[in-house]
């Protein structure tokens, strides 16, 4: 069974630059995976931050970016800021309607 | 402003049964695959089931096939989740989500919580 893997925890300076990446435990990550990001902090929903790879969701800063690197997908945020401090969720598209999310990473501005 | 409200969640036993909705505003409801992904308490999110905009093709995962059902009514604007046989297993607050292509839920309800307890 394949798993959606992300790093547990991350930690970032307040200005820095922290590329959280989604991977698979067999195979690499492409676009036909369609990567998307979610950010979830304590007691809320999930707000979306990326899909298809790098489409920004409406509103979402251009601080926060998506892409492929090497065998994985990345989501990159740029000038870290302190409410950037949150749960990162990364989901891939398995196809057959199937989607599967990462453990998650949590990320410390600090 | 694209919105979706989440009902009918609830403290129920094991073994019971329990309707979640979904109302949706702000699209075009019937052009957009919808999804039901869900949380246990202190853990990650989980997708649990899909549908098309029609409501001819469903997806499930496998833990809550044979136990969950997943249909919309495209004139009232609402997705359901009919979950029977309910374990511990599934507490959980459930969202629903729009699906803005595939596996990308955008955007998402604020959740109902689903408690199955004796």
């Known amino acids: 069974q394949t798993v959606v893997t992300q790093e547990p925890s991350f930690s970032v300076s307040p200005g820095g630059t922290v590329t959280l990446t989604c991977g698979l435990t067999?195979?690499?990550?492409?676009?036909?995976?369609?990567p998307s990001w979610y950010q979830q902090t304590p007691g809320q929903a999930p707000r979306t931050l990326i899909y298809?790879?790098?489409t920004r969701s409406p509103g979402v800063p251009d601080r926060f970016s998506g892409s492929i690197l090497g065998n994985k997908a990345a989501l990159t945020i740029t000038g870290a800021q302190a409410d950037d401090e949150s749960h990162y969720y990364c989901?891939?598209?398995?196809?057959?309607?199937?989607?599967?999310f990462g453990g998650g990473t949590k990320l410390t501005v600090l | 402003e694209v919105q979706l409200l989440e009902s009918g969640g609830g403290l129920v036993q094991p073994g019971g049964s329990l309707r979640l909705s979904c109302t949706a505003s702000?699209?075009?409801?019937?052009?957009?695959?919808m999804s039901w992904v869900r949380q246990a308490p202190g853990k990650g999110l989980e997708w649990v089931s899909a549908?098309?905009?029609?409501?001819?093709?469903?997806y499930y995962v496998d833990s809550v096939k044979g136990r969950f059902t997943i249909s919309r009514d495209n004139s009232k604007n609402t997705l359901y989740l009919q979950m029977n046989s309910l374990r511990a297993e599934d507490t959980a607050v459930y969202y629903c989500?729009?699906?803005?292509?595939?596996?990308?839920?955008?955007?998402w309800g604020q959740g109902t919580l689903v408690a199955v307890s004796s």
């Open positions: 989901v891939l598209y398995m196809g057959s309607g199937i989607s599967v």
């Open positions: 067999s195979g690499s990550v492409s676009t036909r995976y369609y």
């Open positions: 702000g699209f075009t409801f019937s052009r957009f695959a």
């Open positions: 298809s790879t790098n």
């Open positions: 989500a729009k699906e803005a292509a595939p596996g990308g839920f955008d955007p």
């Open positions: 549908i098309s905009g029609n409501g001819g093709t469903t």
